[in-house]
């Protein structure tokens, strides 16, 4: 039986549920291949507005990238003061220079509280919720990153932008 995938209330998303086409990726903030996915997402939602409900799920790859799940976790602790796309982009626009010096720094950049940031990400507030998201993945068989399911069904290509828009294009009516 192929695994059911459906959003969830608590979601992490852009656009509505009900939206045509519903992109759902299991990411990875520090693999350079969801980078250059977050590329094609964004190039995907400028054309596509309205009809894309883009949802993004954590799946951090901690055996290649030591950030990893401290990114992911990152962006939680930003969720909850609200900001969660914001700390999203920035996160894959400093990916190569991102480590635990940087929390604060990204904070103000974004205009979040850089001390209830950096306390909810040394406490690992959101570790529980970052490995409930993975293990999601896990179960609908993801392995590697980004992972990503349109409209239900897993795409099997790769994350270039050619080859995503390709695919997701196939469910513009």
């Known amino acids: 039986m192929i695994p059911t995938v459906s959003i969830h209330h608590d979601e992490r998303l852009q656009g509505s549920r009900d ?31 309205s009809q894309l409900c883009f949802v993004y799920r ?28 914001g700390m999203h982009d920035a996160l894959f626009a400093l990916q190569p220079q991102f480590g635990p010096h ?28 970052v490995e409930r998201i993975a293990a999601g993945g896990t179960r609908l068989g993801a392995v590697e990153t980004p992972t990503f399911f349109i409209n239900g069904e897993r795409h099997e290509g790769t994350s270039d932008e050619l080859s995503l828009v390709t695919a997701v294009m196939r469910f513009v009516a």
């Open 19 to 49: 939206a045509a086409i519903v992109l759902v990726e299991y990411g990875d903030y520090q693999c350079p291949y969801c980078r250059q996915a977050h590329a094609a997402v964004r190039d995907l939602q400028r054309r596509l507005g």
């Open 102 to 129: 940087l929390i604060p720094q990204l904070a103000e950049q974004i205009g979040l509280n850089p001390d209830r940031l950096s306390e909810d990400v040394r406490s690992r507030r959101f570790q529980d919720t």
């Open 58 to 85: 954590h799946f951090p790859l901690t055996g290649k990238h030591p950030y990893a799940e401290l990114a992911a976790e990152t962006a939680e602790a930003a969720g909850a003061q609200g900001d969660f796309w």
